[in-house]
């Protein structure tokens, strides 16, 4: 798997706007944007109406995700790729104390998902919610600060086994938020950060959706959610 890479190269080459996205991973800051009243915390509470409502933003979705015109369509999936591994590290890093060996000593999900990491030799290993995740979020660096797989030199071209590598992102980066909504969406809303995590999994799902990066049955076990957000215009 490898250890984390700097996300930060410098080289005396001319670089494409898509490289700003590796400078600074924590400079954002979340901040809180309750507009309603409280969600209750019952059953699945992320699928409450006062809960699943609540969102930081409101925009059109179709349009934030749609190609613009002109513009070459590996080059919009990189820098999509990556400001959703930006927002998605940057938010599991504000609630990293909720996730520990001790409260999550597998990766669940709903439905009963137990998510298993899969080591270099291809063995499904069980372990602990923020063991997955460091290691899914250094597999992941590793590949966006990768030349090869995510030229960032003006001109370069992407390998052709770049979609491939998106959807193993997307893979990833969907465990984790699933993890986060089944484990921990109660101490989320106490920390009134539901509507951050609402408005990322709706931008996520309709990129995802736009592009046909995931598979539906690799989503499915969040239907629910994404039903319930696209109710309430979140999706």
Known sequence: MGGCHSMGRSAIVEHSPRKQEFIDLNGPKLKNNITKSPCLLTGKPYLQPGCVSERIVQVDLKTLVSLPNGFDKAEWMATNTIAFFKHINVFSGAVSELCTGTTCPTTSAAGNKIYYWQDDHGKRVK???????????????????DENVFPTTNGSTFPSGFVFMVQKIFL????????????????IVRLELHPHLNTLYAHFMAFNKEFGILDPQETAIMDDLTTAMSKHSLY
């Open 172 to 187: 990833y980066l969907f465990h984790i938020m699933a993890h986060l909504y089944w484990a921990h969406y109660r101490d």
């Open 127 to 145: 372990c602990s919610g923020p063991l997955y995740t460091d290691y899914a979020m250094s597999y992941i660096q590793e590949l966006l600060t």
